[in-house]
């Protein structure tokens, strides 16, 4: 049976058009996706968007528009942008979908039936803007540090989780590699957490929230708009909310024939609440824990913080725009090390853009495929066949090995630099032998085949950084007459 590999991105808020944040995720989900199905294993990637709770209903009000009508705007909007970009997501799954809706009260009463969820009372703070209840040492200057806002003061009646009874089992999976986190940084902040502070319940249901799902056993409350959403990681696979008929050791009906997650994507202002509060309900549906949280950086923009207020916020349409679909996935996945935070910028991307790709890449491309057709050479490539399900990536074991490895890390960056390496070590080749001085066919030959063959063998791994780019240059180098073609990357 081939390998599965299940890829997650956050379901994102529809409070806001996508930004490049919301595209860093994607993209790079994307580039894992697409990897493991060349390497022939049976894939599944969700994205999609996260619809309810009281920050959309604001928005929505303010708006003056009802929310289901403005959550579809803006989710269409996500649609586009990944269309746009590229992306090969197998579902893209809205909060408000029927059927998302129906498992969510499935799986809810399913806890409640256990007594893991019991009517409560939450007195305490709550920001809107990450949906999130907070405590006083969460705060700085009684500010929320990520929204600066205050946070409400809430009292109300609510269905309550029974978060604090799996604080040792989780502690001790997290502990032990069982729920791996990644960078290992992140988990120890996150052991800290829970060492030091210990996790309280938390409230799932809230009486004055009406945009929301109704608790199907108490229709005055709407369950709270996390509790809802991180379900989307089982309903996108199908799962009806009723645990699986079939043990999961059998292949899982009811949809769970990709659980668990292999790796989950997100970044650093979501990460303590999937690590606890999604975990625990995993605990409590009696389902196997996500195996990996993956945390990648936070996007500085010229090193202040997005904000509409401050008009840097960059939209993935913007990016497109200026540099085509392949040379802004490749800007963004090389733009800081995968997993720490990084400072992008128009200017940045600008610079990187002319250095690897119009004078690195394209440049390289261009002047062997001109040499090669003006000497009409045939050069017979190796590598790049279809063998059963998986792709054949080229014929550099060790280059495949070396970028294997950094891919199996979430180190794209340093994939993207092992492949650039190679085109380095090509041009000097040129630059070395100058094959356009040389009149004998025979000795061009020598020079351009094996540097043709490194481009060959660049192409094919680039494939899930660039898809089309790399599409075309496999087609270009393995024809039996190399041609010449359009320039990849144009100036900027
Ligand atoms: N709806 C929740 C997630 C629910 S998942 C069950 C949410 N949505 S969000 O729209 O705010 O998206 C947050 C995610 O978007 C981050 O975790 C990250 O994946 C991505 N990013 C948003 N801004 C970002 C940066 N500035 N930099 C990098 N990624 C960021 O939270």
Redesign the pocket.
């Known amino acids: 049976m081939p390998k599965k590999f299940y890829i997650t991105?956050?379901?994102?808020?529809v409070n806001d058009v996508p930004?490049?944040?919301?595209t860093?995720?994607t993209v790079a989900a994307d580039v894992l996706a697409r990897w493991h199905r060349a390497l022939g294993e049976e894939t599944f990637f969700l994205t999609g968007t996260?619809e309810h709770g009281a920050k959309i209903e604001t928005k929505a009000r303010e708006m003056k528009i009802a929310p289901r009508k403005y959550a579809d705007e803006i989710s269409t909007k996500f649609k586009q942008a990944w269309r746009e970009l590229n992306i090969s997501h197998d579902n893209f799954l809205r909060t408000t979908d029927p059927a998302h809706v129906k498992a969510v009260q499935n799986a809810l009463q399913q806890m409640y039936d256990k007594g893991d969820i019991y009517l409560g009372k939450y007195e305490g703070l709550y920001c809107r803007g990450c949906e999130q209840y907070k405590s006083e040492r969460d705060l700085a200057d009684g500010l929320c540090p990520d929204h600066l806002l205050a946070p409400e003061k809430m009292s109300e009646e609510c269905y309550t989780f029974r978060l604090s009874k799996y604080q040792d089992k989780l502690l001790k999976l997290i502990k032990n590699n069982k729920l791996k986190i990644l960078p290992v940084n992140r988990k120890n902040e996150i052991v800290n957490f829970i060492e030091d502070q210990g996790l309280e319940d938390v409230s799932f249901s809230r009486k004055n929230v009406g945009w929301g799902i109704p608790i199907p056993w108490d229709k005055a409350h709407t369950i709270y708009v996390?509790a809802d959403?991180?379900l989307?990681?089982l309903t996108g696979l199908g799962w009806d909310g009723t645990n699986a008929p079939t043990p999961l050791s059998k292949g899982g009906a009811g949809g769970l024939k990709f659980w668990p997650p292999t790796a989950q994507?997100?970044?650093k202002?979501?990460l303590r609440v999937?690590a606890t509060i999604?975990q625990a309900m995993l605990l409590s549906l009696g389902l196997p824990l996500s195996r990996t949280l993956f945390v990648?950086?936070?996007?500085?923009v010229d090193g202040q913080k997005?904000s509409k207020s401050l008009g840097n916020v960059i939209a993935p349409d913007e990016l497109v725009k200026k540099y085509g679909v392949d040379a802004s996935r490749y800007l963004l996945m090389s733009a800081t090390v995968f997993g720490r935070d990084g400072d992008i910028g128009w200017k940045k991307f600008d610079e990187k853009y002319n250095a690897d790709l119009a004078n690195g890449l394209g440049n390289l491309v261009s002047r062997v495929a001109n040499l090669v057709e003006k000497n009409k050479l045939e050069l017979k490539l190796s590598g790049f066949a279809r063998s059963g399900v998986a792709r054949k990536i080229g014929s550099d074991k060790k280059l495949i090995k070396a970028y294997r490895e950094s891919m199996e890390n979430f180190k794209f960056d340093q994939a993207l630099k092992l492949l650039w390496q190679k085109l380095r070590d090509s041009d000097e080749i040129l630059s070395d032998k100058k094959p356009w001085k040389l009149e004998d066919k025979k000795a061009v030959k020598k020079i351009l085949a094996p540097v043709a063959q490194n481009i060959l063998n660049a192409a094919g791994l680039l494939e899930p950084f660039m898809p089309e780019v790399s599409q075309k240059i496999i087609n270009q180098f393995s024809a039996k007459q190399i041609a010449k073609g359009e320039p990849l990357f144009p100036r900027i």
């Open positions: 991105t956050p379901v994102y808020y930004h490049i944040g919301h860093y995720t996260d996390w959403a991180f989307n990681y994507l997100m970044s202002d979501i999937h999604w990648h950086g936070y996007f500085l997005m």
